[in-house]
């Protein structure tokens, strides 16, 4: 059986010897048998990052010297691309173009952070008190319990190894169970770049045992959570044995809004994009589409005859648009929202099925789908679906589309289309999300904080802050003459 949890520097198998299968959601074969590890693993993985951040090296090290070792990471990333986006295709569906531009930012993050660790190097303050020097320092927080998605596997995870490194903290991280392999492959990578043992440990299994230990165990200072708001609302309470920080991004409903001034034949492109992009598996997903009702008829017509030509196949396949969801199981759940859909009055355009191609049918297929004649109480309009589904709607007037546009549990990102750009700003003022693009969707890169507003979570990854989440304020006062108080007479 192959070891694949990495704990104190060590490759291990888990301790009570389960495995997991890992298949191809193409065809349902299988690619991988890993370790499937619980709760005590987990309990094992946190002794040697407490162990390694109270006693060890790493939290100690300039951060120059932490910065050359997340560099050299990035650096294997790059030397080992190829093997690394097949592998995330193999293990998501994804086509290997999509993979490849992940590792390409994934490179890119580590790299960031490599840059950064060494940049912060405290503050002086003026002190209001005579014969005195005020300084404020970042320190590390200590162990970080890291939970990513299956979407994104190796994306999200680098968001957080990268800064929790380069800020000097110990991390054990976890990812989905189902899309496991490439965090490994990272994970080997991360031994060869000599990072000292216990400073990162992996730990494979449920979130049931292993994720909630991570945000329970009372020797975990942080938990990083990536992943479904109900999910969400538990690790919080969980985290409160110790009242341990959290940052948690937990999806979003994202609205995409055209007026009817905008480039409809750029706005109609990236509408597709925005919504059918790695099959609508992104958090950010323009999944709820406003259009001026000036132009309504005619862009969802376009939409329309656009979708219906989208090609599903094999993400090794260079004429493959988009491929499979990730099992069987979020597939139904996809299916029930397009029946709740159906049965709540929205008109169901095209999609709405599995393909019938037959060379699609061992996998978790389900067709691009667009519902028009939406309303914003509609579940299907209010509740991420997280698949290929559209929901559209009409809109009259700027006011009336920011008041659609927040009316929403969620604020994670929107997008403005106009050219009319003072009127993008005045919009994008106004809505309640931590990422509003103009005239453009889904760009991302690693210098640009990224997080949500209301139920979408709390916390920033990326850009500096995401350097700053994994550290600790501390004010040091220095009195340059001390002399006693005399309050007390002896």
């Not at 294997?76 to 993979?99: F, H, M, V, W």
């Not at 550290?471 to 003459?481: G, L, M, P, Q, V």
Request: some cysteine; aromatic content about 8%.
């Amino acid at each position: 059986m192959s070891k694949t949890l990495y704990i104190g520097g060590e490759w291990i198998s888990a301790e009570k010897k389960q495995t997991r299968r890992i298949i191809n959601p193409f065809n349902q074969e299988e690619i991988a048998t890993v370790c499937e590890g619980d709760r005590n693993d987990a309990v094992k993985a946190i002794a040697a990052a407490r162990k390694a951040f109270d006693e060890g090296e790493w939290p100690v090290l300039s951060g120059l010297e932490r910065g050359q070792f997340v560099l050299k990471i990035a650096e294997l990333i790059r030397r080992d691309l190829n093997e690394l986006a097949e592998l995330e295709s193999l293990d998501t569906g994804k086509t290997i173009e999509e993979s490849k531009a992940d590792m390409d930012d994934i490179a890119n993050v580590f790299q960031y952070y490599a840059g950064l660790a060494d940049k912060d190097g405290g503050e002086v303050i003026s002190s209001p008190i005579p014969d005195s020097v005020s300084k404020i320092v970042r320190e590390p927080i200590g162990v970080c319990g890291q939970i990513t998605p299956w979407n994104y596997p190796l994306l999200q995870a680098s968001w957080k190894i990268a800064p929790a490194l380069a800020a000097g903290n110990t991390i054990v991280l976890k990812p989905s169970e189902i899309t496991p392999l490439t965090t490994i492959k990272v994970f080997q990578l991360i031994e060869e770049a000599g990072i000292p043992k216990g400073a990162a440990n992996l730990v494979l299994g449920p979130g049931a045992s292993v994720g909630d230990e991570l945000a329970r165990n009372l020797d975990v200072d942080l938990v990083s959570f990536t992943g479904g708001i109900e999910t969400g609302k538990k690790i919080m309470q969980a985290a409160s044995g110790n009242v341990k920080k959290i940052a948690l991004e937990l999806g979003g409903k994202n609205p995409n809004i055209v007026f009817k001034d905008a480039d409809l034949e750029t706005a109609a492109d990236q509408a597709l994009n925005a919504v059918f992009f790695h099959a609508g598996q992104v958090c950010s997903a323009g999944s709820r589409l406003l259009v001026d009702e000036a132009i309504h008829d005619e862009f969802l017509a376009e939409l329309i005859k656009r979708t219906k030509s989208i090609k599903l196949g094999n993400g090794f396949h260079e004429d493959t648009e988009s491929g499979p969801l990730i099992s069987a199981e979020h597939r139904a759940k996809v299916e029930k929202y397009v029946e709740i859909g159906i049965e709540e009055g929205a008109k169901l355009e095209t999609g709405g099925k599995r393909p019938d191609d037959p060379a699609l049918q061992n996998g978790f297929f389900y067709e691009p789908t667009i519902f028009s004649n939406c309303k914003s109480d509609m579940r299907i309009v209010q509740e991420e679906i997280f698949g290929p589904v559209l929901t559209v709607e009409s809109f009259s007037s700027e006011e009336e589309v920011v008041r659609l546009a927040n009316d929403t549990i969620y604020g994670l990102a929107g997008a403005v289309w106009s050219k009319d750009i003072e009127k993008c700003e005045r919009v994008a003022a106004k809505l309640r999300m931590g990422t509003v693009w103009i005239n453009d969707f889904h760009p991302y890169f690693a210098q640009a904080p990224w997080g949500g507003y209301k139920q979408s979570g709390f916390g920033r990854e990326l850009g500096k802050i995401g350097l700053e989440e994994y550290t600790e304020i501390k004010h040091i006062y220095r009195n340059t003459k001390p002399a006693p108080v005399n309050w007390f007479q002896a």
